[in-house]
Nanobody, 126 residues
């Protein structure tokens, strides 16, 4: 099991950037696929990005491809989400999550992740 805590959210103007961090504790972090999800008001939680346990493979939702970058530092037990060229539609609560299943397929959804953080609010003003 992995305990997760997100940070780095806030208010930013459209076109700006934010970097989210997710600090993990627990012995399985370095063996876990890590994902970022988001949930806007009145909408279902949706997949944003995932990174393999080694960090060598990444996968993105089409809506963020080319603007967001997921990375991890296993020595620091931390996963990051660099968000550039932010749009108003990126406004949501962002969650990090962990799963210990194999990397493939990389686009697994909410129900396949076993550990979740509490979320951090990202608000993009237009």
């Amino acid at each position: 099991q992995v305990q997760l805590e997100e940070s780095g959210g806030g208010l930013v103007q459209a076109g700006g950037s934010l970097r989210l961090s997710c600090a993990a504790s627990g012995r399985t972090f370095s063996r876990s696929v890590m994902g970022w999800f988001r949930q806007a008001p009145g909408k279902e939680r949706e997949f944003v990005a995932a990174i393999s346990a080694s960090g060598r493979s990444t996968y993105y939702a089409d809506s963020v491809k080319g603007r967001f970058t997921i990375s991890r530092d296993n020595a620091k037990n931390t996963v990051y989400l660099q968000m550039n060229s932010l749009k108003s539609e990126d406004t949501a609560v962002y969650f990090c999550a962990a799963r210990t299943t194999t990397w493939y397929p990389p686009d697994l959804g909410v129900k396949d992740y076993t550990d979740w953080g509490q979320g951090t609010q990202v608000t993009v003003s237009s």
